[in-house]
């Protein structure tokens, strides 16, 4: 299985996962500080910053989009709990 | 003074400036509200009308039920097509109740809500289609001929929908819930109402608080301003002496431990409950491990030797928690739930957290722990430690070890293996 690398650059850790797998399911188990709220897209509670690799997450759907545009999202500005990881990315609390 | 002031005899709009008006309504009986309010002497649902030389603006609603008073005070000075502007400051039912029969009745009306309100409006009115609304935010304003209401935009005070409105050529201030109180009086002004100083503080305590954050923000905006009246959506209008409620607002949002303990030191408080002295021993030796780091300061408490209240106040400063409990039938022991189902009103969102404890067969208690803290949005940087039992010598130092790594992350010196495979983490 293809594998990328995700680095949560307020604790400095970097995690290898399966490609595919959701932002949401590393920074828990890893201990960062993107915190969750509804879990399910709606609530734009975990918004996060991606620094480098923007084009390496899935890309956002339209309830993503919606849900980033009503919580006033900057420039790659992502929610974990939808994210899904397809290459190297690092990432942080928004 | 004079109290000739009695709004509970009349449903007529009440002038409070030149062309400005509370339509508002009184709910004198209620004694809990949102289930998380004791109002001993009920509340106000404030509504305000403000009168321009092209139109009127209606600046929020009343809880539905209250919505034959709000509209007979709205009648009693304009007629429907003159209202030009419906603006909501804030969406909660007490606010937006009335607000689908005003948009009938005055359907020329535009509405006027900030850009986080958007969802929650089609929630309240359960109509995706048809709605017609401009989001705005701070900077926008409307005019209404010869004078204009200008937007602030002072989030998640306490709903993330939240803004002010403010007229400048009255100097009032809209301000939705932010200074307001559940106090009805039928006198209405700050100035003749009975003393409510004690209902000003309790509906901060429980509304605002976990917002401080957000709170200092929304001071940035409107400590600038004149302000000849603070207008809110509950409780008596602040016309005497308004800069006083903005000035207790920020003390009230002022962190204390900074100054107690210097800017420069980081609180790590450990909680605990012990059955026979082993999860107690555990927090002894983490404490230890914690109190090597410099600039963290460490603080012990037994949860059976305290109150809730007190440790709220604790923990509402405190930048890591770690809470030490045995496992007693499957299950964390009754005070640390007691504990950790009393943080509403506080915010814990990126506070540090951590688990431990000693069991005898299974252990759940520190896991259990753990999730919860995860769900009041702390940071779990460390697994937490169970021990069975009574801890051997080892176990102790790897306590010692588990509060010394808590504390580095506290102060940013932790080190973490360069990188780690999903797969391993717990």
Redesign the interface.
């Known amino acids: 299985m293809a594998k990328a690398?995700i680095t949560f650059e307020d604790?400095?850790?970097?995690?290898?996962?399966?490609a595919g797998?959701r932002v949401i399911?590393?920074s828990?188990?890893?201990?960062?500080?993107i915190?969750?709220?509804c879990r399910e897209g709606d609530c734009?509670?975990c918004m996060m910053h991606v620094t480098e690799g923007w084009n390496n997450l899935t890309e956002p759907s339209v309830l993503e989009e919606?849900v980033l545009?009503?919580?006033?999202a900057g420039r790659h500005d992502r929610l974990a709990c939808q994210a899904q990881i397809l290459g190297d990315c690092k990432v942080k609390?928004a | 003074m004079s109290t000739d002031i009695d709004v509970s005899n009349h449903r007529e709009a009440v002038e409070i400036a030149d062309g400005v008006y509370w339509i508002g309504a009184l709910d004198p009986t209620l004694r809990t509200f949102d289930i998380i309010l004791s109002t001993a002497n009920g509340t106000t649902y404030n509504a305000y009308l403000v009168r321009g030389e092209d139109g009127v603006a209606v600046i929020d609603t009343v809880k539905a039920c209250f919505s034959d008073e709000f509209f007979a005070r709205l009648e009693s000075q304009v007629a429907y097509h003159e209202i030009k502007a419906i603006i909501l400051n804030h969406l909660e039912p007490d606010h937006s109740g009335a607000l689908p029969e005003l948009m009938r009745r005055a359907p020329q009306a535009q509405l006027y809500i900030s850009?986080?309100a958007?969802?929650m409006l089609k929630a309240l009115l359960n109509a995706d289609a048809d709605l017609c609304y401009t989001t705005v935010t701070t900077g926008d304003q409307i005019s209404l001929g010869g004078r204009a209401l200008h937007f602030l935009h002072t989030p998640f005070l306490h709903w993330?929908d939240t803004q002010c409105t403010y007229l400048p050529d009255a100097a009032i201030l809209f301000s939705g819930d932010i200074f307001g109180c559940h106090y009805c009086d039928k006198r209405l002004f700050n100035d003749r109402v009975g003393d409510f100083r004690f209902s000003f503080d309790y509906y901060y305590a429980h509304i605002m608080r976990p917002f401080k954050k957000h709170v200092m923000a929304a001071l940035k905006l409107i400590e600038p301003l004149q302000l000849r009246q603070i207008a809110p959506t509950h409780g008596p209008i602040l016309r005497d002496r308004p800069r006083r409620y903005v000035t207790h607002y920020r003390e009230l949002s002022t962190s204390s431990l900074s100054h107690a303990i210097g800017e420069e030191n980081r609180s790590l408080i450990i909680f605990y409950m012990s059955s026979y002295g082993n999860t107690a021993r555990m927090a002894e030796q983490i404490s230890d491990g914690a109190s090597a780091i410099e600039d963290v300061r460490v603080s012990l408490y037994d949860l059976q030797g305290g109150e809730t209240d007190p440790f709220v106040d604790l923990i509402e400063e405190a930048d890591a928690l770690l809470f030490g409990s045995p496992t007693i039938n499957g299950d964390a022991v009754k005070p640390v739930w007691d504990l950790l189902s009393s943080l509403a009103v506080v915010n814990l969102?990126?506070k540090i957290g951590g688990a431990f404890g000693s069991y005898g067969w299974s252990g759940e208690a520190v896991r259990m722990i753990e999730d919860r803290m995860?769900g009041l949005?702390?940071?779990?940087?460390?697994a937490g430690l169970r021990v069975k039992l009574i801890p051997t010598d080892e176990e102790l130092s790897a306590c010692r070890t588990f509060g010394r790594q808590i504390a580095e992350?506290l102060v940013g010196k932790?080190h973490?293996p360069?990188?780690?495979?999903?797969a391993d983490?717990?």
Request: net charge positive.
């Open positions: 690398k604790i400095g850790q970097t995690v290898n996962v399966p797998t399911e590393v828990e188990k890893i201990g960062a500080g915190i969750y709220g734009g509670t919606k545009k009503e919580n006033m609390p | 850009q986080r958007t969802s993330p969102k990126g995860r949005k702390m940071q779990i940087p460390h992350v932790h973490n360069e990188v780690v495979e999903l983490l717990v």
